[in-house]
Every structure is written in C-alpha cells, then in structure tokens.
C-alpha cells in the first residue's frame, strides 16, 4: 500500500478570541489561527489538500468577524515554493470544502484536477442569506471552477492507494475529510469539521500555538459532551453523526491521527 508524507503549508492567519471558534470557552484568549493547506507526496505525485484565502475577503487587514488577519495568493505560491512544489506539478487539489478560506486561488492550478463534493457545490450556487452576510462563500468562485477541469463527486470514494475520502457534513452539506496512510499511521484531514484538536478531543486541557508555546485551555464541560461544536455549523445532526464517522476511522482515540485545517501547533510538529 502506498504511503504518503504530508506537507503543512502556511497560507497565513487570522488573530481571533478562542471562544470565537469555541463558543463559551477561553473567551479571553486570544490565538493566532492558521490558513492551512496540505500537499501530499509520494515519490511520483503532488495532491494538494485547500487552496487558501483571497485577498478581497481583508478589509483594512481584517477577514472574518472583522478580526486581524493575513494571507492570499502570494502567501499560496510562497508556501508551495518553500515545499519545492511549482503549482503547475499539482495534478490534483482535494477541497474538503469550499469556503472562502480554503477554496481561493484555484487558477493557480491550471494543470490539475479540482475535486469537491456535489453538496458543496450546490451550496456555492445558492447560498442561504446568512451564509450570503457572513461571507462564507466567494461567488467569483463560480466562474473559476466552471473555466477549470473540476470532478464534482457525490458521497465517499477511494481516490486513489492510501487515500481515501468520505463525507464529514455538518460544518457544511458538502465538507469532506481525506483519511491518508503514511509511515507514522493513519491521519485524517478534516477540514473545518473540527477547526482545532481540542474541538475533537474535548479533554485537552493545553494547546500548542504557532509559536510553540503552550497554554491552558478549558476542557469541554461534562454536559457538552466529548466534542466542542464551533460557531459555524449548518447542521448539528450531521455535524455529530460525522464526529463519529471520523472515530470510526481512526484505529485509536488519540489526537495524533488527526489533522484539522486551522490547528496552530502544526506548523511547529508537522505530521
């Protein structure tokens, strides 16, 4: 079976309270959260896990709920150079969704195949009027996958040796996360299913920031139960049904199997 190395790329960041991702939680706490995207390799292939921010969604250097943040295109093509990958040597990207965070720059990839769920696309097409005030999604996107050699998949599929992807709703219809074999085990790369790893394992009481430095956070209360649900999920009872699909893919409970698209320590730990 093919085994794969996973790649952190850094697409920039955005400095927001914990308890705007974690509501009622460390609301005093102010961490940094990463852009982050994923290129997977191995020996002959360059698959690429979300494709970042654009640069039209910072006003006055601030992005979502009018916080600081950073990044877009150029924070894309340096991750990617900085990896020794030229985004032309992609041949495929893999959205786990299609939010404005990780679906921008896709013209960058005119050599390779755009892979996303149909839910999600349906979704881009006719957002809700909340997802519409909050920004969620970038309808420019629309024109850019329609001029692009996209494969619009409907539920879970092998995509190819040691890579297999299987729908995770709830933070969106269409979110998908990418279970991937590689020398140090199984990971999965859940996107925005769970923005952080103390959001899937509500027990941690520390967390790692980008600078490799710790701090306490408060562990999920009894009556939460195990998982932390962010501010933004569309459908509660996908979002815990998918908790589960992902358990159920890991074959241990431990944090180390699992990669979230906004989890500051690994820019610090890598995969």
């Given amino acids: ?22 509501p009622g939680l460390d609301p005093d706490l102010i961490v940094d959260s990463p852009y982050l995207g994923f290129l997977l390799q191995d020996g002959k292939r360059n698959i690429l896990v979300d494709t970042g921010i654009d640069e039209n969604f910072f006003i006055d250097g601030k992005a979502w709920g009018a916080f600081p943040a950073e990044g877009g295109r150029s924070y894309v093509e340096k991750a990617l150079q900085d990896a020794g990958v030229d985004p032309l040597e992609i041949d495929t990207v893999l959205y786990t969704h299609l939010h404005n965070d990780h679906a ?27 997802m519409n005030v909050r920004r969620d999604y970038d309808p420019n996107l629309v024109d850019d996958l329609k001029s692009m050699n ?22 969106t219809p269409g979110s998908m996360s990418i279970a991937v074999n ?21 027990w941690m009481d520390e967390a790692m920031g980008m600078d490799g430095k710790t701090e ?22 996908d979002y815990y049904d998918s908790c589960y699909r992902i358990l159920a893919m890991m074959p ?3 944090p180390e199997h699992v990669v979230p698209g906004h989890e500051p320590s690994l820019l610090v730990t890598g995969i």
């Fill in 104 to 130: 921008a720059n896709a013209t960058l990839f005119a050599k390779a195949r755009l892979v996303y769920q149909k839910k999600e696309w349906q979704t881009l097409l006719d957002p809700l009027p909340v």
């Fill in 150 to 171: 996209c494969v619009v998949v409907d539920g879970d599929f092998q995509f190819t040796e040691g890579i297999y992807c299987f729908l995770t709703p709830g933070h």
């Fill in 252 to 254: 241990e409970d431990k």
């Fill in 216 to 237: 306490r956070i408060t562990p999920a209360p009894e009556v939460l139960g195990r998982f932390i649900p962010s501010s933004l999920i569309y459908n509660y009872y």
């Fill in 182 to 202: 590689t020398k140090k085990g199984i990971r999965i790369l859940v996107g925005d299913h769970w923005h952080s790893l103390c959001m899937g394992f509500g």
């Fill in 1 to 22: 079976m093919s085994l794969w190395e996973i790649k952190v790329l850094y697409y920039g960041k955005i400095t927001v309270p914990k308890g705007a991702a974690t």
